[in-house]
């Protein structure tokens, strides 16, 4: 059981490139999320899924895409990162969205956008 | 709108001295949830405690207790014979339940939280 994992642990872009951040839990968990992590700043939901084939946007969506095509899987596309893109990039997962489901954190992703 | 307010951005203490870190909300809800998560330099987020808001109980968790004043939106984490694997980031963090998960967690900017020997 390797709970949630994400990939890369760092990542460096050029302004107008693109790229897939990886999540993917073992867990079999229904409900996952992706949220950012700037300087001086709390988390920052900016997608989440409540399972498999449904997505929806949180709180600062833009400049993100994701998909959920699998329980286990839940990518999030840059489509043309720009440096306010340059955070930390934490994915979670839980069974489903109640008060009795701990929130499982994967180890983030470090992206700077030049 | 959920709002989390973190008023101390860095706190530092002696090992084995109690602190105390603080955390307001700002909520219409009646049914909630307000969890601490610890945050090492590992960038890991670690659940460090949690509590349901209809609990007039405070939670506890070993070394780790809060302060839950529901009239005066206030949830303060104290730790107890803090260690020096205590120094990380903690955030303060609410939830509510209904909704589906639309809004997420919403976490308040954190509290660096030093332990010196």
């Known amino acids: 059981n390797a709970g949630v994992t994400q990939t890369p642990k760092f990542q460096v872009l050029k302004t107008g490139q693109s790229m897939t951040l990886q999540c993917a839990q073992d867990?079999?968990?229904?409900?996952m999320s992706w949220y950012r992590q700037d300087p001086g700043m709390g988390l920052r939901l900016i997608h989440y899924?409540?399972?498999?084939?449904?997505?929806d946007q949180g709180e600062v969506p833009n400049g993100y895409n994701v998909s959920r095509s699998t329980t286990e899987d839940f990518p999030l596309r840059l489509l043309s990162a720009a440096p306010s893109q340059t955070s930390v990039y934490f994915c979670?997962?839980?069974?489903?969205?109640?008060?009795?489901?701990?929130?499982?954190f994967g180890p983030g992703t470090r992206l700077t956008v030049l | 709108a959920q709002t989390v307010t973190q008023s101390q951005p860095e706190m530092s203490v002696q090992e084995a001295e109690t602190v105390t870190l603080s955390c307001t909300y700002d909520?219409?809800?009646?049914?909630?949830?307000l969890f601490w998560y610890k945050q090492p330099p590992s960038r890991q987020m670690i659940l460090v405690i949690r509590?349901?808001?209809?609990?007039?109980q405070n939670a506890t968790e070993n070394r780790f207790s809060v302060n839950f004043q529901k009239a005066a939106k206030s949830f303060s984490l104290k730790i107890s014979d803090s260690q020096l694997g205590d120094t990380a980031m903690y955030f303060c963090?609410?939830?509510?339940?209904?909704?589906?998960?639309?809004?997420?967690?919403?976490f308040g900017k954190g509290t660096h939280l030093i332990i010196q020997p």
């Open positions: 899924s409540v399972g498999a084939g449904i997505t």
């Open positions: 979670a997962s839980s069974y489903s969205w109640t008060s009795t489901d701990t929130q499982y």
């Open positions: 867990m079999n968990h229904e409900y």
């Open positions: 963090a609410f939830m509510i339940p209904s909704g589906g998960g639309a809004d997420g967690l919403t």
């Open positions: 909520t219409s809800e009646n049914n909630y949830y």
């Open positions: 509590q349901e808001a209809y609990k007039q």
